[in-house]
């Protein structure tokens, strides 16, 4: 019976889809397959350097960081969202946007401008040297600069999600609690908050692995993490690549169990309402006395994330070219950039249409199990995926190109292309190319005509995403890149690990510049997909 029925599925997809989907997802278990051979070729004095009370301590801060995170993450970006969607806050758009723009900036890059701000000799310090008799400051080093850095950049993981989920509840539920007498915080507490816990548990699953990947800032601020201490083992002539692929292999066991903590917080409840309610807008929160204090929450938000780093690099690199720095470089770096993000985002989107395709339109226990291979490279940092590419590719022509360098890149940010082509093909409605088939055209010919055009705004967004993650990425760009292959990333990071900050300021404001346009694209798309989703439902 199951073959029966996975036959009869197979006929109907392209046999492209099926063929592309199976290669691609052979590709990505590289990783696995890299890991699995260091284990089993892990000697036991290997082990015996891994299970050590120092291993036990890189664990610690780690896990530290990946639960703290999310819960300040979650305390700047509910009220955000809220503010934002919710209320009558003043510039509402204006707000939404700038709040989320600090998605652009690396964390490596707010790391460098808290050191050069808020270090014991930093900036903050001389400015109050000489008025105040102040010398030192505590330090930023360590944990808490650690935290703040990578809460600072990976919040609007968290935001966004919330404002689209609080921007779709039915307000009939709402109604329907003001009617029984409960007010607003009440309501909010036992109506609104239950219908964000999906969004409450992607982003904060998207954020805990981020904080566990992470490299620069941690690295920069020194707060050795695992992702820190596989660097550093990869570093070391003997021996060194075997205890950073025992040490992958536990990073691999964190970011698995985080992902199956995520799943079983799901329910099965319906996070829904009638089509009729959720078309209508809620009504808006009168913020009265309190409009102002919800201004200057958000404003502190912008000054802290945006405007603070932009202004320290701006002084920085002035300073820098007064001082005589050359920006030439930095041009050829920034194309470099701009060529592989685009190539890279390009060959992503293509590898993922058909499994986006596969699995939003032809479910099955085959197309579960390529949607969850996708997920091996968002699980792992990119440093571990660029271990295992070089151990496969060492000795071959493929060593040091650039096509290494964006295979790199598909493992790594295929899921993100995947899951937006996805929940682009999930709001097709599947009766057009029904039609499409009934008329007597193969399955191959209604995904040319029919399901690639319409997916295009999915595309376009996921080619968007990969390229503002492509320019930031440091860690595979560092180990895969070809020789004399500089990239705005691997500029700045050269930069600050020498402490020369203004060399490191041009750099830094043109990577945040170019990556705030497919930041843009994305917050255009956004608000266009749901345009037309209120407008759909209205008719």
């Known amino acids: 019976m199951f073959y029966l029925e996975l036959k009869r599925k197979i006929d109907r997809v392209p ?14 278990a590289i990783p696995l397959v890299y890991l699995t051979i260091r284990t089993l070729g892990a000697g036991p004095e290997t082990w015996e350097l891994v299970f ?38 003043p510039f509402k758009r204006t707000w939404s946007v700038l709040t989320a723009l600090p998605l652009v900036i690396p964390s490596y890059i707010f790391a460098y401008v808290m050191i050069v701000a808020l270090s014991p000799r930093g900036m903050l310090q001389q400015a ?17 600069g650690a935290l703040l850095s990578v809460t600072a950049v990976s919040y609007p993981y968290l935001l966004l999600p919330l404002q689209a989920s609080l921007r779709g509840i039915d307000p009939s539920l709402e109604e329907a609690s ?99 309610g959720s078309s209508r807008k809620a009504d808006l929160v009168k913020l009265g006395r309190w409009r102002w204090p919800a201004l200057a929450f958000c404003g502190t938000v912008v000054i802290l994330f945006l405007v603070l780093p932009i202004s320290v690099l701006g002084y920085w690199a002035l300073r820098g070219i007064s001082a005589g720095e050359t920006v030439q470089v930095v041009w050829s770096s920034a194309v470099n950039s701009i060529q592989v ?4 985002a390009v060959i992503v989107v293509l590898a993922a249409l058909p499994i986006a395709i596969l699995t939003s339109r032809f479910s099955g226990r085959l197309s579960q199990v390529v949607e969850k291979f996708t997920y091996i490279g968002f699980a792992l940092p990119g440093i571990v995926i660029s271990l295992s590419i070089v151990f496969f590719a060492v000795g071959t022509f493929m060593y040091q190109t650039l096509g290494l360098l964006i295979f790199g890149y598909l493992i790594l940010f295929l899921p ?26 193969t399955a191959s010919q209604t995904m040319r005509s029919i399901t690639i055009p319409l997916s295009r705004n999915g595309m376009i967004s996921g080619a968007a995403l990969v390229f503002l993650v492509t320019m930031k990425e440091l860690q595979a760009t560092l180990i895969l890149s070809p020789r004399n292959f500089d990239t705005l990333a691997t500029s700045i990071w050269h930069a600050t690990s020498e402490a020369f900050f203004a060399r490191a300021a041009v750099p830094a404001l043109l990577l945040i510049l170019l990556s705030s346009i497919p930041m843009m694209i994305l917050l255009i798309f956004w608000h266009m997909r749901e345009n037309y989703e209120k407008i759909s439902s209205s008719l």
């Open 178 to 276: 003001h009617s029984l007498g409960h007010g607003t915080f009440s309501t909010f507490k036992k109506v609104i908050l239950p219908q964000l816990r999906p969004a409450i548990a992607s982003g904060s699953l998207l954020i805990a692995l981020y904080s566990l990947r992470d490299f620069g800032a941690v690295s920069l601020l020194r707060y050795e993490t695992f992702t820190f201490a596989i660097y550093n083992q990869y570093l070391t002539p003997f021996g060194g690549r075997m205890i950073a692929a025992a040490l992958s292999m536990i990073l691999l066991f964190f970011a698995l169990s985080l992902m199956f903590a995520e799943s079983a917080t799901r329910s099965k409840a319906k996070f829904y309402g009638s089509a009729k």
């Open 52 to 89: 050590r009370f120092r291993t036990l301590e890189i664990a610690g801060r780690t896990l530290a960081l990946v639960i703290t995170v999310p819960l300040l993450s979650l305390g700047i970006s509910l009220p955000l969202a809220w503010l934002t969607t919710r209320t009558d806050l």
């Open 341 to 344: 993000s685009v190539m890279a």
């Open 15 to 28: 046999l492209v889809v099926w063929v592309s989907s199976i290669l691609i997802t052979i590709l990505i």
């Open 416 to 441: 993100l292309a995947v899951g937006s082509i996805r929940n682009s093909l999930l709001q097709i409605n599947p009766s057009l190319e029904e039609a499409s088939r009934s008329l007597g055209r």
């Open 128 to 144: 109050l040297a000489s008025p105040f008799g102040i010398e030192q400051i505590p330090s930023i080093y360590g944990f808490s």
